[in-house]
């Protein structure tokens, strides 16, 4: 875990001798600055662990700067204040903006290593109980989500979770959240402190299916030089997820219908039953009902396995809840890489929500995961949004809104979209662009002031 650090101080000679003390003591990446403003700047935009600061600098005091730090950054960066000798007025009005530890000047490189060592221990140990604290969000809790769709999943979720047996069909379009739907129904039912072992049906070779889940025996087949149990086995007490349940060959339907009825496995190879008590989540993105029909699916299968059935709603029917999702996650891969979160603007926000998600949550959170990376610390701006070619197309028509400003919403969509591509084409050259377009240089000029589409035409 590398952390990071920054320094600020006017005089480069005491950068340069701070960076040589630092490289001692262990693993960081550093970013110097010699003013206070722009080292706010950074540190707003990126962040910090640990925060070198001198008190005196030309173009503000350490004082502003720390007292911006806590405005901005809540108690996020551990700061070693800079000061005179003697200075002790100065020191203690330090400690009281929250300020680590202070040295003084002139400097002695034992004192700034005992004061780093200490500010490393605990911004590992900071950063350690971060992880953790998120980590230990339950399931539940991560279902983000205010839209009656949501709401009523969650009802299920509960429901569902108060039974120890009856088997949980969760059916839902790629990425709606059904395995996060898998684990909350786990967690919270009494077997909550079991295991929950996934596994992907559709992910196995059928060749292996079988004896991944119910184990095999000695020499059951070539290369099983020893007795293994299977995956029911190891779920004992616990549940078993079995995602993309519409891709389970035949054969091993029926094993399954058995193992619900009795709670019996048997080892492939083997002559001996073996009793266990797992309960069964299956999910699918199929119609379920219609591989039934085709005879690819055990009819008495199904029922046994709807018994309860959590319907996982897609995006595009929960828009309410695009800005929350957003706004959750863009925190939370902010968090995780260490990255200030990006902020959305109004129109990127309603690009957004006119956005249909194919993919679903997960289409978001990869969108997440890549504004943060590329925009940390800054305005999510509609040419940020690069959704692809044909997704473009899919761009809503709201007919929640008055004909005048729906049709005022599309067309400005349509104005962003088309120019972003348009500019990005022409790399930026806006006479080209114009030319192309067959409109004013001019015109475009202020259609890209309009929409903010700066940083696609000078890319
Ligand atoms: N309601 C939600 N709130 C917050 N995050 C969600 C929600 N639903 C899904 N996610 C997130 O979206 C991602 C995809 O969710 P998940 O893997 O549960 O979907 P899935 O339906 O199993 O998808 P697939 O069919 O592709 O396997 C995960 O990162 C998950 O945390
Ligand atoms: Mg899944």
């Not at 500010?119 to 279902?143: C, D, G, V, W, Y």
């Not at 429901?159 to 047996?165: I, L, Q, V, Y």
């Not at 293994?228 to 007490?237: I, P, T």
């Not at 610390?377 to 197309?393: I, M, N, Q, W, Y």
Request: glycine fraction near 8%; aromatic fraction near 6%.
């Amino acid at each position: 875990m590398s952390l990071r650090l920054v320094i600020v101080d006017d005089d480069p000679a005491i950068r340069k001798l701070l960076s040589n003390i630092l490289t001692k003591c262990g693993d960081f990446q550093i970013v110097e600055f010699g003013e206070g403003k722009p080292a706010l700047e950074h540190l707003e935009k990126v962040g910090a662990d640990i925060v070198l600061l001198d008190l005196l600098l030309p173009d503000t005091s350490g004082f502003e700067v720390m007292e911006g730090m806590n405005r901005l950054l809540a108690d996020e960066a551990l700061t070693i204040v800079i000061t005179g000798h003697g200075d002790m007025e100065k020191a203690i009005r330090s400690m009281r903006l929250g300020a680590f530890d202070f040295i003084t000047k002139p400097i002695h490189a034992e004192v700034v290593e005992q004061a780093l060592k200490r500010a490393f221990r605990t911004a590992r140990l900071k950063r350690a109980m971060e992880l953790q604290r998120n980590l230990k969000h339950s399931a539940m809790e991560r279902i983000i989500g205010e839209s009656e769709a949501i709401k009523e999943v969650k009802r299920r979720i509960v429901t569902s979770a108060r039974d120890r047996f009856a088997s949980v069909l969760i059916t839902g379009e790629s990425g709606t959240g059904k395995e996060l739907a898998a684990r909350a129904v786990h967690e919270l039912s009494p077997r909550g402190e079991g295991p929950f072992v996934p596994v992907n049906c559709a992910a196995i070779p059928e060749a292996l299916l079988e004896s991944e889940l119910f184990g095999h025996a000695k020499g059951a087949f070539t290369g099983a030089d020893r007795a293994k149990s299977g995956l029911f086995a190891l779920a004992d007490g616990g549940s078993m997820f079995l995602d993309e349940i519409g891709e389970m060959p035949m054969s091993l339907q029926a094993k399954l219908l058995r193992y619900l009825d009795d709670g019996m496995v048997l080892p492939l190879g083997s002559t001996r039953w073996i009793r266990t008590d797992v309960r069964v989540i299956a999910a699918t993105n199929k119609e379920l009902e219609k591989a039934v029909e085709e005879g690819t699916f055990r009819t008495d299968l199904y029922y046994r396995l709807s018994v309860i059935e959590i319907r996982m709603p897609p995006l595009r029917e929960r828009k309410e809840d695009v800005v929350l999702l957003m706004e959750h996650h863009l925190s939370d891969q902010a968090a995780r890489r260490g990255l200030a979160k990006p902020r959305l603007s109004d129109e990127a926000m309603e690009l957004l929500v006119a956005y249909k998600w194919p993919g679903n949550v997960r289409e978001l959170v990869n969108l997440c995961v890549k504004l943060v990376v590329e925009h940390p610390g800054e305005v999510v701006k509609p040419e940020h949004l690069a959704f692809s070619g044909t997704d473009r197309e899919r761009l809503d028509v709201d007919v929640n809104l008055p004909y005048d400003m729906a049709k005022r919403r599309v067309m400005e969509r349509f104005t962003v979209n088309y120019f972003s591509a348009l500019l990005a084409r022409h790399g930026g050259n806006v006479s080209a662009a114009a030319r192309e377009a067959g409109i004013e240089r001019s015109y475009l000029h202020r259609i890209i002031k309009k929409y903010g589409l700066k940083e696609a035409a000078s890319r």
